[in-house]
């Protein structure tokens, strides 16, 4: 079955940390970039980060993009061995508080863009004290 997983949401204080990861099956991530977004309630789905493929083909290296408002406290990284990306959260505000869905194309795509057709059902991030 062709899916992505999200995992590792969870409460945390603010200023804490929390790792999300994406973890695919029934294919293989190398050939995809992948795109981080949440929505929070009452709000619409924003992009959070993304991260290109770095299989090689059509030069893609595996680049990654930020959301301005993220930029400098998460870090996007792909494990290709472990068919999965994650998304690593430090310095959480409330203003993170969401849900967070990772996405993908459906077919092979080496480079960010706007067409996700490949959603998880993702997890919850709240950042409170």
């Known amino acids: 079955q062709v899916q992505l997983v999200e995992s590792g949401g969870g409460l945390v204080q603010p200023g804490g940390s929390l790792r999300l990861s994406c973890a695919a099956s029934?294919?293989?991530?190398?050939?995809?970039?992948i795109g981080w977004f949440r929505q929070a309630p009452g709000k619409e789905r924003e992009g959070v980060s993304c991260?290109?493929?770095?299989?090689?083909?059509?030069?893609?290296?595996?680049?990654?993009y930020y959301a301005d408002s993220v930029k400098g406290r998460f870090t996007i990284s792909r494990d290709n061995a472990k068919n999965t990306v994650y998304l690593q959260m430090r310095s959480l505000k409330p203003d993170d508080t969401a849900v967070y869905y990772c996405?993908?194309?459906?077919?092979?795509?080496?480079?960010?863009?706007?067409?996700?057709?490949?959603w998880g059902q993702g997890t919850q991030v709240t950042v409170s004290s």
């Open positions: 996405a993908t194309f459906s077919e092979p795509s080496s480079f960010c863009g706007d067409e996700y057709k490949r």
């Open positions: 991260i290109d493929s770095s299989d090689g083909i059509d030069s893609s290296d595996g680049s990654t």
């Open positions: 029934g294919f293989t991530l190398d050939y995809y970039a």
